[in-house]
């Protein structure tokens, strides 16, 4: 702390207080930044909690790392679950029960970005065969600001759907 008493005819060391504003100043801006992105997901979260609660598949939102961003109501039971779904408590990725499915995800996620469109593929659960879709997830962030925006530039989102394939031919 620095404290300049006007009383006092003792010259004033701004030296000092600018030293200690270039030490402190990059910490302040990456708080600041920090604290900004919590708030936009605070209010995105309770933005997309009752559309994304609405979709009646299971969905989950995946970084382009495959890190867990967020998932809706069903989603999250099935993550809840650990059975078609696991999350990695250390990194937060997720993965499927068997590494080939694992694998398949990774694959889906990473086409997704050149073509735009979605990726399917299929995999076996203890009940039968459940069909997985991967797509890129933009939300339109029409409450954020420019400042925002460019916090959040260059992240990729994917959702991923997940639906039971009844017997028969049903087009991933």
Same mark, same amino acid.
């Given at each position: 702390?620095?404290? @300049?008493? @006007?009383?006092?005819?003792?010259?004033?060391?701004?030296?000092?207080?600018?030293?200690?504003?270039?030490?402190?100043a /990059?910490?302040?801006?990456?708080? $600041? !930044? +920090?604290?900004r992105?919590?708030?936009m997901? &605070?209010?995105a979260? &309770?933005?997309y909690? !009752?559309?994304i @609660?609405?979709?009646?598949?299971?969905?989950?939102?995946l970084?382009?790392?495959?890190r867990? *961003?967020?998932a809706?109501?069903i989603? *999250?039971?099935?993550l @809840?679950? %650990?059975?078609?779904?696991?999350?990695d408590?250390?990194?937060g990725?997720? $993965?499927?029960?068997?590494d080939?499915d694992t694998?398949a995800?990774?694959d889906?996620? $990473?086409a997704?970005?050149?073509d735009?469109?979605?990726h399917?593929? *299929?995999? *076996? %659960?203890?009940? %039968?065969?459940?069909?997985?879709?991967?797509? /890129?997830?933009?939300?339109?962030?029409a409450? !954020?600001?420019?400042?925002?925006?460019r916090?959040?530039?260059?992240?990729?989102l994917y959702?991923? +759907?997940? %639906? $039971?394939?009844?017997?028969?031919g049903?087009?991933?």
């Amino acid at each position: 702390m620095v404290i @300049d008493n @006007d009383f006092d005819n003792t010259p004033k060391n701004n030296a000092r207080v600018e030293e200690i504003i270039e030490l402190i100043a /990059p910490h302040m801006v990456r708080a $600041s !930044a +920090f604290a900004r992105a919590l708030s936009m997901a &605070k209010e995105a979260a &309770k933005t997309y909690s !009752a559309y994304i @609660d609405a979709i009646a598949l299971p969905m989950v939102i995946l970084s382009a790392e495959g890190r867990v *961003q967020m998932a809706n109501s069903i989603g *999250q039971h099935v993550l @809840d679950a %650990g059975e078609i779904l696991k999350t990695d408590a250390l990194t937060g990725r997720l $993965s499927l029960a068997y590494d080939q499915d694992t694998k398949a995800l990774r694959d889906a996620v $990473s086409a997704a970005p050149r073509d735009g469109g979605p990726h399917a593929f *299929q995999t *076996q %659960g203890d009940e %039968g065969s459940i069909a997985m879709c991967v797509c /890129p997830y933009r939300p339109a962030l029409a409450f !954020a600001s420019d400042v925002d925006k460019r916090l959040l530039e260059g992240e990729e989102l994917y959702a991923v +759907f997940i %639906g $039971s394939r009844p017997s028969g031919g049903v087009s991933l």
